[in-house]
């Protein structure tokens, strides 16, 4: 799936990804290829993600907005 991972600042993160792992205001939400479409409040901490070379990336946030639809993730995040 397409993970773009984005701030009001900068791009933190864009490109093919294995799993993504955030912080939602609900709990944790891991999120894998063919995920059902989703709209998710995000609140501070880390949000993990496994690249297509299992190399792991930890970006920590304030909080923020995902969405996922259609193998392409969207992470807005402060």
């Not at 955030?22 to 894998?32: D, I, S, Y």
Request: aromatic residues 6%.
């Amino acid at each position: 799936m397409y993970l773009e991972l984005l701030t009001p600042d900068k791009k933190l993160f864009s490109g093919d990804a294995e799993y993504v792992d955030v912080p939602g205001e609900a709990g944790r939400t891991g999120v894998l290829k063919n995920h059902a479409p989703l709209i998710s409040a995000l609140k501070a901490g880390k949000v993990k993600v496994r690249d297509m070379a299992k190399k792991e990336h930890f970006f920590e946030i304030k909080g923020g907005i995902m969405e996922v639809r259609n193998d392409k993730v969207i992470v807005l995040a402060e």
